[in-house]
């Protein structure tokens, strides 16, 4: 069998079966694309699950070392050192990822990829939009819309991802019937890895989606409860681009994202007394690591409001 139609298959299988996130598998499905050429170059000819089987982990590394080689040609854009850590991990994983599918659905057998180091990388920390900011993104946004019928969706939308701290993928993935049947003011949500967990709704949060669905043009069960102007899902690309015009005229950072918006439901949950267990259920979060990022922030956020506040915050000791 050829690697390409392995990958093909081990896409499909990411998609369907393990429900990844799209982003994951076609960062994925790139990884092992440009690994698979790299490969075919190095041995001659097309790669075969064979080929696949015979690598080594001296050949593994020697593709790392591509990739990391061409990620720093002057040709390239600039990338930092954590920037490529995290490229190097990514790559990693998606090795790891693939190999153990070969393991499962054709029994090929090769110990060099969990063998791979993963470089360390720094937390990044979470960036939030401070409260003023998150409760008027939803309002400020709709503002700008170019239709009133696009301002209602992206007021529901974007009171949902800060009112609920869902993903832009995970709120995109809503259907109509998603929103009529949320009961008991519970929204059921599929996350990662097809986790399915509830979160609760803010009256904000709906009257916010009522006002979009008696607005949406095609209200069938079955119809995306977000959709553009041709009735299709929404674009993950326009919430960000509507993000992006509303934060110049605000002056605000890059970092002012849909995604920002879930850090700051995280965040400001943190700031307001809510406990890790909590926050990591209404998140989606695998383990609880993940969560305790947050406490990070909030005791920078704590530090910052002492330096502040405190008489004595600029005095030396």
Known sequence: MMALDALRDWTEWLTHEKR????????????????????????????TLVDLGKLSLADLRAWLAHETARSEKPTRRTTSADSRARSRARHVSALRSFYRYLALRHDLSNPAP?????????????????????????????????????????RALFTLLYGTGLRIGEALSLDIRDLTNAGQ????????????????????????????????????????????????????????????????????PDSATPHALRHSFATHLMEGGADLRTIQELMGHASLSTTQVYTLADEKHLLDVWRKAHPRAGQES
């Open 185 to 252: 003011n519970m929204l059921r949500v599929v996350g990662k890895g097809g986790k399915e967990r509830l979160v609760p709704l803010l009256p904000a949060v709906i009257e916010a989606l009522e006002s979009w669905k008696a607005a949406h043009p095609s209200p069938a069960p079955d119809a995306p409860l977000f959709c553009g102007v041709r009735g299709g899902r929404l674009n993950p690309g326009v919430a960000q681009r509507a993000m992006r015009n509303w934060r110049k005229g605000e002056g605000l």
């Open 114 to 154: 969990s063998l791979l180091a993963t470089p360390r990388m720094k937390k990044r920390l979470p960036r939030p939009l401070g409260q003023e900011a998150a409760l008027a993104a939803a309002e400020g946004i709709s503002d700008d819309a170019e239709t009133s019928q696009a301002a209602l969706r992206d």
């Open 20 to 47: 990844s996130s799209p982003r994951t598998v076609e960062a994925y499905r790139h990884d092992i694309l440009l690994a698979l050429t790299f490969f075919q170059q190095h041995l001659g000819g097309e790669v």
